[in-house]
């Protein structure tokens, strides 16, 4: 049994963690210069339904990737005018793009259910292409954030939005960019889940990964680097609950539907426990003090 | 987003109502347009629509087992005038009891229930044949020996699916075994993705499967180079080298025969069964996978169960844990199938 456990489990655990590891990655920066954007489920969704619809129409999944982030970006855009250029609460405005997505998408994929796309070919073990882009955003955007000048600034903004202004900053610039890097990542993720992972739209297909990924930020301490462990524990904890079953163990399913979330859980109260409510860009503290 | 879909379909039906034809009011429990169990069901919608002229129907989808069916029911009868109301859901027919109670004059059928009421009636299609018949070919076909089973839940209608294709499997290779894996949900593509690799990384080279939508089990089988077996819909265009056969749906003659009924004041409430012998089961065009041979034997299979000659749920039938369940000789009682909670002998996993 444990051979059959563990034949395949990272690629297994990374295949489950790559989406939500993108997704983690955006909202990550989106949190990081003070906005936190509920809507990321919904451009997940625009994400997955339009790189669905254009890898089957072009036969292209990475052209139908560039479509996914275009859409989820053009989403967060939403999201950004109402937050950012109308100052409308920000919990509500992420809710409403959330269910704007999940429209949208519902109706935009309902001619595409039952089309056949090719997706990506699988690589050595089993990987596919959108799980090395996955692992590869987090070095890239870590670095960036804490080793850069313009890491730098986005991180001020987050701080405290006054101080970069009398910096000479424009905040507001900088969230919008925040909000739409999310919106660029989401809708990648969301891309990867229908073109790479499934090679199916289906409306909701996402399940809550979005919202999951809001709160696994919070596990990654704000931290880009510590998005892969966070989406790799998540993906790890769903895939051992498939994979147990898999290998034949008798431990209940409906008790292993529960580990990724008692996983991520269980960190979360050890890390906060730890750091007393630190590792939080001091702006988005803000938000809970109204 | 959902209620304003809703509202949608409620305004455009209440201008409408004022007629004499029927007005039928169906709920989904996922998207109709799932390519899975939800079209098979939306199918029978449209089929019982055009077959009775004048007929409209109102569908709602994507509304949970929850209390907000019994909600959905009453907004079709209430603002829709629906008459006759299709619950298609397993876990929609307590609130189909309970409504039932209060709109008397409304007919009710519920997908698959063992509970009836004054006006509320079941309708249901055992797939278990076509299951077993598509278990043969996956049974001949795999090389290892060892199958898998993608289900959503253990409820007995999947339950009863995962033993009849066992139990067909067995027929053309004795050591055949199931291993299932729940993924906890009707329509989780992300999950069934992983499924679906978990066993195939287990050395699985056959995969059943009973989620709302066959599409991503299909599609990742294909992927992976291993085959499946289909439900509720035939999915051999999306996955042409992977798909072996399946038990799809034909719900529309049964939906339209309980229509008239209602309709003529002739209907009785009861448990409406169908099969393959009546046509609402299908046993789906063979893969190019499943060789000459092997689809002589299946056929004739079917044609023994077409004529009797052979009924799946008869004994001698042993237990996962080995101990007897049927003696020989004798048929499984409808209630008990029904009811089925337990795996039989050769199925890895557990139902709970």
Not at chain 1, 153 to 163: F, T
Request: hydrophobic content about 50%; proline content about 5%; some cysteine.
């Amino acid at each position: 049994m444990a051979d059959t456990l563990l034949q395949g489990l990272p690629v297994s655990a990374l295949r489950s963690a790559a989406p939500l590891l993108l997704v983690l990655l955006g909202e990550c920066l989106t949190q990081r210069v003070g906005r936190i954007n509920l809507g990321v489920e919904g451009q997940m969704l625009v994400g997955a339904v339009a790189g669905y619809g254009v890898t089957a129409l072009s036969g292209q999944p990475w052209l139908g990737m560039a479509a996914g982030a275009a859409a989820g970006a053009l989403l967060s855009a939403v999201y950004a005018l109402l937050t950012v250029a109308a100052r409308a609460d920000q919990f509500a405005s992420g809710l409403a793009v959330l269910m704007l997505g999940y429209g949208v998408s519902a109706y935009a994929g309902s001619g595409l259910v039952g089309l056949r796309i090719e997706g990506f070919a699988l690589g050595a073990g089993g990987t596919t292409p959108t799980l090395w882009l996955a692992v590869a955003l987090v070095p890239l955007i870590g670095l960036w954030l804490y080793g850069t000048r313009t890491g730098l600034v986005w991180r001020s903004v987050g701080e405290s939005p006054a101080a970069a202004r009398a910096a000479g900053i424009t905040p507001w610039k900088v969230i919008v960019a925040g909000i739409t890097a999310g919106g660029v990542l989401s809708g990648l993720g969301g891309a990867a889940l229908s073109i790479d992972h499934t090679r199916t739209w289906a409306e909701g297909m996402t399940a809550g990964r979005g919202l999951i990924a809001v709160g696994l930020v919070i596990v990654a301490r704000w931290n880009p680097w510590l998005t892969l462990p966070a989406a790799l524990l998540f993906g790890l904890a769903e895939a051992l609950s498939l994979r147990l079953q898999a290998a034949g163990s008798a431990v209940p399913a409906h008790l292993l539907h529960t580990l990724p979330y008692l996983a991520s859980l269980a960190v979360f109260a050890v890390t906060c426990a730890r750091l007393k409510g630190g590792g939080g860009p001091e702006a988005l503290r803000a938000v809970f003090a109204r | 987003m959902k209620l304003l879909r809703h509202l949608a379909v409620f305004a455009f039906a209440a201008g409408a109502a004022i007629s004499h034809a029927a007005t039928i009011g169906y709920i989904y429990v996922g998207p109709e347009k799932d390519y899975g169990y939800n079209t098979s069901m939306d199918v029978g919608r449209k089929f019982v629509e055009k077959s009775i002229p004048g007929t409209k129907t109102l569908h709602v989808e994507n509304i949970p087992e929850t209390a907000e069916v019994e909600k959905v029911m009453e907004r079709m009868i209430k603002q829709g005038g629906a008459s006759i109301i299709f619950a298609t859901s397993y876990g929609y027919l307590d609130y189909a009891i309970a409504l039932g109670k209060k709109y008397p004059k409304v007919a009710f059928l519920h997908a698959g229930g063992l509970k009836i009421g004054d006006n509320v009636g079941t309708y249901w299609a055992n797939s278990d044949d076509a299951m077993y018949l598509a278990g043969m070919a996956a049974g001949a076909v795999s090389k290892s020996g060892k199958l898998g089973f993608i289900a959503a839940f253990p409820i007995p209608q999947v339950v009863r699916s995962i033993n009849a294709f066992t139990l067909g499997a067995q027929a053309m290779n004795p050591n055949a075994t199931t291993t299932v894996v729940w993924t906890g949900g009707w329509l989780q593509p992300p999950k069934e993705a992983e499924a679906t690799n978990s066993l195939a990384d287990a050395g699985i080279d056959v995969i059943g499967e009973q989620v709302d939508s066959p599409m991503t089990i299909a599609q990742t089988a294909e992927k992976r180079g291993i085959y499946m077996v289909g439900k509720d819909v035939d999915v051999s265009k999306l996955a042409p080298k992977a798909v072996l056969t399946g038990a799809s749906w034909n719900w529309g003659p049964t939906m339209l025969k309980l229509t008239k009924e209602i309709q003529a004041g002739k209907w009785k409430p009861s448990h409406v069964r169908g099969d393959l012998k009546d046509g609402t089961v299908v046993l789906d065009p063979f893969g190019p996978a499943v060789p000459e041979g092997v689809r002589k034997t299946v056929l004739a299979k079917k044609d023994d169960i077409l004529k009797d000659k052979f009924v799946v749920w008869s004994g001698p039938m042993t237990g996962q844990d080995g101990k007897a369940i049927l003696p020989a000789g004798t048929r499984m009682p409808m209630e008990q199938l029904e009811s089925m909670n337990f795996f039989v002998k050769g199925v890895v996993g557990t139902v709970q």
